[in-house]
């Protein structure tokens, strides 16, 4: 019996999103391997956790300039040092929990969990094969350190993989495959069913617009894009707030005052993203490493809104110059952005073929196969 660790950390939902895909999948296919799936800050300090991810989640929210010094100052200098030497400190107290699993593999959707799986693999503690999994479209040098000790990268792109050997990481060890998404991204629905549930016109053009977003960034140029939408003719909206309530409250009382009950449907946090996904046109969203990961898989172009500074910026960079995305800046008109696309159905479908060339849906899949294949 093969024991394979999973590790993630609760910074962002796409880490532990990968991490749930690439458990799941191994669990449905793979009979002869015992997962374990463990928030790598929170076991070692609970504490440490609770503070630092609620510091993400304001810096992130009401200071995202903050966010932007710490993401790009921890690349390298004085924040890079702390980082490392902290991550050094942790790797004792996750040495308990190596002795008791036993590891043949760890996985680790975050960096933190790579730092200290190659800090125990230095020391000796473990013989693990480990393999790293970045949930971005760019990559930021805390993923490297301690790589001498990880087998396996996996990136989102090729451009990721030629950035990764120029800092000398052995081209044998990076596999562009794509981040792990739901294999329901890849079921096939019926879509006159989708439309009707949604109450929706399978006639019309369909955006899929997530508003809300975890940390509510940008929250008056995101009702006004929403007000830009509702102007276009010939187009419906599903307006996603999540569990921003404020938002939702925005939402539905522009839908109120344009009198666009038929046409914008405002929801709250839902779980028919892949169905909704499957009848839409067009996705507007934050560019978080996932939902983007999504979008691709579902063959959508992107409009692109809110990025957090630092990795959600650089998101946004690649997939505009990859041409199947456009970032909407905050000093833009969204109703001109908005007509670049929605007027223009030549572009739409430009953007649709390029988004589904750089689609990798199978991620989840390849990356098991290559991990559980690899002779120890």
């Not at 981040?179 to 329901?184: L, T």
């Not at 921003?244 to 946090?269: C, D, G, R």
């Not at 172009?301 to 650089?314: A, D, R």
């Amino acid at each position: 019996m093969k024991k394979v660790l999973i590790f993630y950390a609760s910074y962002g939902g796409g880490h532990l999103s990968a991490a749930k895909s690439i458990k799941q999948y191994i669990d449905q296919n793979y009979s002869n391997v015992q997962t374990e799936m463990i928030d790598c800050v929170k076991y070692v300090n609970k504490a440490l956790d609770k503070i630092t991810t609620a510091a993400y989640r304001e810096m992130a929210k009401k200071a995202p300039w903050a966010w932007e010094k710490v993401y790009y100052q921890s690349q390298g200098g004085l924040l890079g040092k702390v980082s490392t030497t902290s991550n050094k400190i942790m790797a004792v107290k996750m040495a308990k929990l190596f002795r008791e699993f036993k590891p043949d593999v760890v996985i680790s959707t975050h960096p933190f969990g790579s730092q200290m799986t190659s800090y125990l693999k230095q020391k000796g503690k473990t013989n693990c094969l480990l393999a790293t999994i970045m949930t971005d479209f760019k990559s930021h040098e805390q993923w490297f350190i301690g790589n001498n000790f990880v087998n396996f990268y996996f990136v989102s792109n090729s451009s990721m993989k030629e950035e990764m050997m120029k800092n000398e990481i052995p081209e044998d060890k990076i596999f562009v495959t794509g981040i792990p998404i739901s294999n329901r991204f890849l079921q096939t629905y019926s879509k006159q069913e989708v439309f009707s549930s949604f109450h929706l016109d399978p006639n019309e053009k369909t955006i899929l617009f997530f508003g809300g977003g975890e940390y509510g960034l940008g929250k008056d140029k995101t009702v006004a894009i929403l007000e830009s939408l509702a102007d276009f003719p010939d187009i419906q909206v599903v307006a996603i707030a999540g569990k921003n309530e404020k938002m939702q409250q925005a939402f539905e009382k522009i839908v109120y005052e344009k009198n666009k009950q038929n046409t914008i449907k405002v929801l709250p946090f839902t779980d028919k993203v892949p169905e909704l996904m499957s009848i839409s046109n067009l996705v507007i969203t934050k560019p978080g490493g996932l939902t983007v990961s999504e979008s691709l898989a579902s063959h959508l172009p992107l409009i692109v809104i809110n990025p957090i500074p630092g990795q959600e910026e650089e998101n946004a960079e690649f997939l505009e110059k990859m041409g199947c995305a456009i970032w909407l800046k905050k000093e833009e008109n969204p109703k001109e952005e908005l007509s670049t696309v929605l007027g223009n159905a030549t572009k739409l479908e430009e953007m649709k073929k390029l988004a589904e060339h750089l689609a990798k849906p199978n991620a989840t899949k390849e990356i098991c196969s290559i991990i559980l294949s690899k002779k120890e």
